[in-house]
Structure formats: C-alpha cells, structure tokens
C-alpha cells in the first residue's frame, strides 16, 4: 500500500470524532501554552481606547484585567484576574492624585472645604461620567446576563472600571504619570470644580462665591409665599446678600425653592461680572 493512501482516504470521507480529536487537542494545547496575538478586533478595541486615554500601556495584562468585570469570569476562566483588586488600589491612587492637587491650588483652604472638593471629583456619577467620555464602555468584558441587564451602561460598572484603570496605570508606570494622564482626562480642575459645585450645589457655590469677600453670614434665604394644599405646597424664596435681593426661586418645598433662588443669583451675579461667576 502506498504511504499516500491512509491520507488519500481520509479526504475522501468525513473525518470520524476519533480521527479529529488528536487535531483538536493539538489546537487546544497550542491555544493554551504558545503566545497567540489578541484578535484583531478586540485589539482595535484596546488601541482606540489607548489613544483616548492619553497613555499606551506597556503590559496589555494589566489593560485587559481593568477592563474585565467580575461577572465575566465564570465562563472565561483563562481571561485572568478581574477588576476587583485594581479598582481597590486605583481609588487610593485617585484619592491620593486629587488630594495633592488640591492641596497645592488651594493652599489657604481649609481641610472641611478641600474634602469636599475632592468629594465631589470622586463622586460616583461624575466618574462613570469620565469613564464614558474615555470609551471605556465599549471596552469592557461583561457576561452575557450583564449585557442583557445593562451593564455596560450602569453607572456602578463604569465607576468601578474607572478606580480599575487608575489602578492599572499607576501599576505600568509610576505616580507621576500616572497623575499627570489622570488630570488630562479631569481637565482643568477650578473650571471643573465650579460647574460641578454649580450644577448639583448652587448654595453652596453661591456661598463660596461670596464668602471671600462678604464673610459666612452675608447670605439669606426667605419665604416670601406659599401656596396650595397642604399636600401640594408651593414655596417662594427669596435669597439676599445682606438686604439686597440677589434671586427668587419656587418650588415644592423650601429646600428646592432655596435652590432655585440660589441659581437664580447666581445667573445674575453672572451677567453682572461675567463668566467669573458662572
């Protein structure tokens, strides 16, 4: 018989489970323990968000670890460790980023005041808010159930992946680089500060615009009006910089018209000083 036969025959009929097994296990064992590249589109993935990061990591290990949920592992064991142990040193390492950026910007602040600066670039709706703008979302490896329930879009997930890849980054590198990739995504800090403080604290951005020249007790708040049943109240208030009417906001309780009456001055305050007071 010739030597060709045996192969011969066997492309001339389906191969039995038994003769493909041994190409199969060859496949396997080769997947497993040679360095095949990552594919090319998960690749693609990692390169564009590489470049909105502003950093291109040097162990792709550590990228890929940030980015891969918990819920992920179960049906893709070899994927490596999840995000869990990156996203506890990543918010040290953000805390500790933001603490000495605030500590150098504001140095005659006081530590209440500073905390609470920090508070509110740590909080986490904002940093889902980065992790988003980033492309993280598009980059991350959920399970099939998360998938189906949201999660790339829950802001929990992004929150975490975010403390993740900070953590991931300072690991690559060294706290330097690390601080000066993460201000880049922050941007300028007072700027963000103050749309932030604005946006979800006009009191207390209405306070800190004042304070440093008319002290903490400049600033009124006054009902001047309430109307409706007593399950439908409507309150009116006014908001005055000693007996100066700065604002006059309504709304379903007093704290909600106090608020309104604060973004209220501080719109005018606005157009009186221009965008120093926006």
């Known amino acids: 018989m010739s030597p060709l036969e045996p192969?011969?025959?066997l492309c001339m009929r389906p191969?039995?489970?038994s003769e493909i097994a041994p190409f199969v296990n060859a496949w396997s064992f080769g997947f497993q323990f040679n360095s095949f590249p990552v594919p090319a589109t998960r690749q693609s993935i990692l390169t564009r968000l590489q470049t909105q990061l502003g950093y291109a990591f040097r162990d792709q290990a550590l990228l890929?670890?940030?980015l891969t949920h918990a819920s992920y592992l179960p049906d893709h064991p070899e994927a490596g460790p999840g995000n869990q142990r990156l996203e506890f040193l990543g918010d040290s390492v953000l805390q500790l980023i933001l603490s000495e950026t605030l500590f150098q910007l504001y140095p005659d602040e006081r530590e209440g005041l500073l905390s609470k600066r920090r508070a509110t670039l740590t909080?986490?709706?904002f940093l889902s808010r980065i992790a988003r703008d980033l492309g993280l979302d598009s980059a991350l490896l959920l399970s099939e159930s998360e998938e189906q329930t949201g999660g790339r879009r829950r802001a929990s997930i992004m929150e975490d992946a975010l403390e993740a890849l900070v953590g991931a980054l300072y690991l690559d590198s060294d706290f330097?680089?690390?601080s000066r990739v993460v201000l880049r995504w922050?941007?300028?800090?007072p700027e963000r500060l103050a749309a932030l403080l604005g946006e979800d604290n006009p009191k207390g951005r209405l306070q800190e615009l004042l304070q440093p020249q008319h002290g903490n007790r400049a600033l009124s708040y006054r009902v001047t009006q309430t109307d409706g049943a007593p399950h439908e109240r409507e309150y009116e208030v006014n908001v005055f910089l000693y007996e100066t009417l700065l604002g006059t906001g309504r709304g379903s309780?007093?704290?909600?018209?106090e608020e309104a009456a604060a973004r209220a001055?501080?719109?005018?305050?606005?157009d009186q000083t221009g965008p120093a007071a926006e």
């Open 15 to 17: 191969l039995t489970s």
């Open 253 to 257: 309780s007093k704290k909600l018209a």
């Open 265 to 270: 001055a501080l719109v005018k305050l606005a």
């Open 64 to 66: 890929e670890s940030a």
């Open 123 to 125: 909080n986490g709706k």
């Open 186 to 189: 922050y941007g300028p800090l």
């Open 7 to 9: 192969i011969v025959g």
């Open 176 to 178: 330097a680089t690390a």
